[in-house]
Structure formats: structure tokens, C-alpha cells
């Protein structure tokens, strides 16, 4: 129970998760250890009103808090985070920049389809020598008579090349400030723009049902109007959508602990040792403990962060807390678990898969910031007086 959740929420988390139960955990295991997108899963989540969920209702979204969204995440995260990060990727790091820096045309062109399931939208920062350090980024776009010609790469891209994902929002270089640093504009790119090409990025470590992609543009022309918000802001749009992305990282973490920190409750209660099932050794109980005060700090932690957008409060910081906090929790509670479940563990199992809950968190303290550069993020608020 936390203080902040009103009727929707426990409503939002009721229907997701029933949906994850019965639709998503019987199957994900499978697409994972095929690595396969699963396509027809993802459109079937239609149904679930996630999909764009906090744009307004005019553009075919929901018009939720983006609490109820980072609950649905969360949800996800719990019985899988390939399917978690899809929808992550797509609300916080493709809806958002559309609707916060969109102009009306844009918002109408693109957002009705993007709140139906059956289109994904990315966005693209990292590069090979940009990531952390988004000043690295080297893709070049060149403006022309009709608009601007972009040439380049991104890497890592999640919903970046699927039937369903249908264009993404890039950052590159369109030149040099009057302060001689180099000015950064974000631009949208449809799928089927000329010199746009996409490929698959497989044999992963984790994230296997998810859609990641390496993405090319050599001489990919876009029209005047496929700039997104004024020439020049391309890293403002960049780090403000960032942290609202580490807001969705954090809830994959929390629901990720939340699934781990569930089964491994079921399996210590059922295993027997010694006579006893292992649950009952003081050991194993304190772990479990353990498990349960971390995950409901960090929920605190991540729902106040949310409570603090949604109120229209500057929670940068806070986000960067949570992300870091719920990484971190994450990664704990699957270790833990893991040592819980044994030589069991070691293997694939569709009732207890702890082994891709195990392998899956270790993308957390990467993504959207890795725990290094969030330290950083946070050392600099506490010291800047």
C-alpha cells in the first residue's frame, strides 16, 4: 500500500496485471529464447489503453497521471521486461518528445496511431561514441533547399526496426553555436524515408524478446517540417525526455524486484531441506525480508518522483534517484533470489524463470543513464551550494 495511490492506480495495476498473467507469462518465454519480437502479443495490448496513455484523449490517448503509466510499467516489468521495455521506449522516450515539442500538424500526424498498439515510435541518442556523453553524438544533418539531409548512425535503439515501429526521433548536429559549441537539433524520420535503413541487433544477453536495433541514415533527406522544436534545442529535448524515461527504467527495476522477490517467496515455501522448506531457516526468511523493505523504499521512492512530475514540480533529481535506487534494488533482489533458488536457478524454467529475471536487470544500471553518471547527476545537486 503507499499513500499516493488513488482507485485508478489499484484499477491501471488490476488490469495490467491480469492481462500479463494470463496473455504475456504463458508465451514470453519462448519468444525469449527464440529472440523474437513478439508482434501480435504487443498489438494485442491494445486493448489495455497503454499505449500513449498519457497523451489526451483528442489525440486517441487516455489522459492518465504519469503515475498510472509507470504502475503499467511496472506490472509489465514483473513478469517480463522485454514487453516492459517496449512500452517504456515507446510512451516516455517516443509519445513524450511528440507531445511536449510537437507541433500541432506533428502531434496530429503521428500521436492517434501511436495510442493504438499497432505503431511503435523510438528515440535515438546513443551512437558509438555518444551515450553517456550526448555532446559525442556524431550524426551530421545538413540543411537543404527542402529540409534537412542526415547522415550517420544510432546504436541500441529499442523499437528501432519491427513491422510495427513505424519512425523515431533522433538528435544530430546541425552545426556551431555563436559560443563555438556545437549546436544539436532533434528530427523525426519515418520509417520509409530514402536512406533510412534499420537492422536487427541480436544474440543479447537479456532483453531478448525485445526490439533493438542499429539504425543507418546516409543522405536521408527529411522536409522542413519533420524538425522537432526549434533548431537548436536538440539537447534541451534530449535531457528532458531522459528523465522521464528514468522514471520507466526505475519501474521496469521495481517490477523486475517485485516478480524475483514473488517467486522466490513461492519457491522457499515449497522446497524442502533438512526436513523443512527452506523458508523457515532464519537465513532465508531475513533474506526475504530483506527483499520486501527494499522494494517498498524504492516504490516510495519512485511513486514520489512521479507525484512530483504530475504536480508540475521539478523532479530531475528525483528521477535520477529512483532510476539509480531501483537499478540497484533490482539487481539485489534477483541476486538474492537466484542464491534462494540454487542449482534450480540455473536454468531455463517457464513457472520460475529467476534466470532471465536474473540476466534481465543487469540492463538497468546502463540504460537511460548508467548508475556511474546518475551518481554524478545527484553529487552535483548536493553540492552546488
Excluded at 154 to 178: D, L, M
Excluded at 208 to 231: I, P, T
Amino acid at each position: 500500500m503507499n499513500a499516493l495511490l488513488q482507485d485508478k492506480h489499484h484499477e491501471i495495476r488490476q488490469r495490467v496485471r491480469a492481462f500479463a498473467e494470463s496473455k504475456i507469462k504463458p508465451v514470453i518465454g519462448d519468444f525469449e529464447a527464440m529472440e523474437e519480437f513478439p508482434v501480435d502479443l504487443i498489438k494485442s495490448m491494445g486493448k489495455l489503453n497503454v499505449f500513449g496513455m498519457q497523451a489526451p484523449a483528442e489525440l486517441g490517448g487516455q489522459g492518465t497521471d504519469y503515475l498510472s503509466y509507470i504502475i503499467a510499467v511496472e506490472e509489465l516489468a514483473r513478469i517480463d521486461s522485454s514487453v516492459a521495455a517496449t512500452l517504456a521506449a515507446h510512451n516516455s522516450l517516443g509519445v513524450g518528445p511528440l507531445l511536449e515539442f510537437g507541433t500541432e500538424e506533428q502531434k496530429q500526424k503521428y500521436v492517434p496511431g501511436l495510442c493504438s498498439a499497432a505503431e511503435l515510435w523510438a528515440f535515438g541518442l546513443t551512437e558509438e561514441n555518444a551515450g553517456s556523453d550526448a555532446q559525442g553524438v556524431q550524426t551530421v544533418a545538413e540543411q537543404t533547399a527542402n529540409g534537412w539531409l542526415i547522415n550517420g548512425h544510432k546504436k541500441y535503439i529499442t523499437n528501432g526496426v519491427s513491422a510495427i515501429s513505424v519512425g523515431i526521433s533522433i538528435v544530430a548536429q546541425t552545426g556551431t553555436r555563436p559560443d563555438g559549441k556545437k549546436e544539436f537539433t532533434a528530427f523525426l524520420v519515418e520509417k520509409d524515408t530514402p536512406g533510412f535503413t534499420r537492422e536487427w541487433m541480436k544474440q543479447k544477453f537479456l532483453w531478448r524478446a525485445a526490439d533493438n536495433a542499429m539504425l543507418y541514415f546516409r543522405d536521408c533527406e527529411v522536409s522542413a517540417e519533420n524538425q522537432l522544436g526549434e533548431r537548436g534545442q536538440g539537447i534541451k529535448i534530449m535531457l528532458k525526455t531522459i528523465d522521464a524515461g528514468r522514471l520507466s527504467i526505475a519501474a521496469m527495476g521495481l517490477g523486475l524486484a517485485q516478480g524475483a522477490y514473488e517467486m522466490a517467496v513461492d519457491f522457499a515455501k515449497k522446497r524442502n531441506q533438512f526436513g523443512k522448506p527452506i523458508a523457515e531457516f532464519q537465513v532465508n526468511s531475513f533474506k526475504l525480508a530483506d527483499m520486501s523493505m527494499k522494494i517498498g523504499n524504492a516504490r516510495n521512492t519512485l511513486y514520489n518522483a512521479c507525484w512530483l512530475k504530475d504536480n508540475g514540480h521539478a523532479y530531475g533529481i528525483q528521477a535520477a534517484m529512483s532510476k539509480l535506487y531501483c537499478s540497484q534494488v533490482a539487481s539485489e533482489v534477483a541476486s538474492e533470489a537466484m542464491q534462494l533458488f540454487g542449482g534450480a536457478g540455473f536454468f531455463r524454467n517457464d513457472k520460475y524463470p529467476i534466470e532471465r529475471f536474473f540476466r534481465d536487470q543487469r540492463l538497468l544500471s546502463v540504460g537511460e543513464g548508467s548508475s556511474e553518471v546518475l551518481r554524478m547527476v545527484i553529487s552535483r545537486s548536493v553540492l552546488k551550494d
